[in-house]
């Protein structure tokens, strides 16, 4: 079953009852809610596609968002986001509801997740290949990846690299994308397909507005991929394309500081890193036209796949040379 399934009614009487248990690629969420503001309208639209976990399944982590008790709760109502007895930050206005929720699911990812290599960086796949963006805030991954999932991509995360430890894998967490602030006009007009949520003004991140994944990209959830490319982003203003190899040490060190848990993790992360760094090739990328700078991508991975497929064939050719080499004459 997915989240629409239950239409408004059911999603408004699970999350006020026992709660609901909602699948984000590898993590089950129980989402509990007393508030009666917009919130269920606006999951239902936005995480209609998102299945719902099994009654007796096992959550990863139980969150809540809570009215606070006495005049509060009536004059400039607020809601308080709680994981377990946690609440990890202050309140904010009730009609924010929709933001705190995917900031505290963030929250919880980004601190407890350590089975996980966590990379700040935003993860798309095309072609079976993933190409990784490393970046903090600000500097245009999230419209990147926003903007090459319209352009047919598969977004794995727009926020977190889940590396398997010691390997190329990256595991999927494919979760709305906020857009924030002149982001949200650019992708309004960037694509007619775009399914956006409310505008959230003046939240600690500016103006926000998600961007809903495709139900084929939450339906492939479970689909890894293999990192190939590493790509370091940032839009300037009025800035000219320029993409460019980067050396490696300069690449390790980025990425290894873009992690959430380099240090809890220790050598594994390094490790983790390092071959990473060695088996991909590393970019930096500048751009301030989305379009250009989604074309130039898609170039570059088919530059790559083409150079793969060079490499194997000459690869393939030197083994059967060496093979003949040692026959008997």
Not at 3 to 15: A, E, M, Q, S
Not at 36 to 43: E, G, I, R, S
Not at 57 to 66: E, G, K, N, P, S
Not at 216 to 221: G, K, L, S, T
């Amino acid at each position: 079953m997915r989240v629409l399934t239950l239409g408004g009614v059911g999603l408004r009487r699970g999350l006020r009852g026992p709660g609901l248990g909602i699948e984000f690629g590898p993590f089950t969420v129980h989402v509990r809610t007393d508030t009666f503001t917009a919130l269920p309208d606006q999951m239902l639209r936005l995480h209609g596609d998102y299945p719902l976990a099994a009654p007796d399944a096992i959550a990863d982590f139980h969150v809540r968002l809570v009215r606070p008790l006495g005049i509060r709760r009536w004059l400039q109502p607020q809601v308080r986001f709680y994981e377990d007895r946690t609440m990890p930050f202050q309140p904010v206005p009730a009609h924010m509801a929709l933001p705190a929720l995917e900031w505290g699911i963030n929250w919880c990812i980004a601190t407890r997740a350590n089975q996980y290599l966590m990379l700040h960086s935003a993860v798309v796949e095309r072609y079976g290949r993933a190409i990784v963006f490393p970046a903090w805030p600000g500097h245009g991954k999230t419209t990147l990846c926003a903007g090459l999932m319209l352009r047919g991509w598969r977004l794995l995360s727009d926020e977190f690299g889940l590396v398997r430890p010691l390997t190329r894998t990256l595991v999927p967490l494919p979760r709305l994308l906020p857009l924030k602030n002149a982001s949200i006009g650019v992708m309004r007009e960037f694509s007619s397909e775009a399914v956006l949520g409310p505008t959230f003004p003046k939240t600690r991140k500016g103006d926000v507005a998600h961007l809903r994944p495709t139900r084929e990209i939450v339906d492939r959830a479970q689909e890894t991929a293999d990192a190939s490319l590493i790509v370091f982003p940032r839009w300037e203003n009025q800035a000219r394309l320029s993409l460019s190899p980067i050396q490696k040490s300069q690449a390790f060190l980025m990425l290894a500081t873009n992690a959430f848990n380099y240090e809890v993790l220790g050598e594994a992360a390094f490790r983790s890193v390092e071959r990473l760094v060695k088996e991909c090739p590393c970019y930096s990328l500048v751009y301030s036209d989305l379009e250009g700078a989604v074309t130039a991508l898609s170039q570059l991975l088919e530059d790559h796949e083409r150079a793969q497929e060079v490499g194997g064939r000459r690869g393939e050719a030197s083994a059967r040379r060496s093979t003949v080499s040692t026959l008997p004459h």
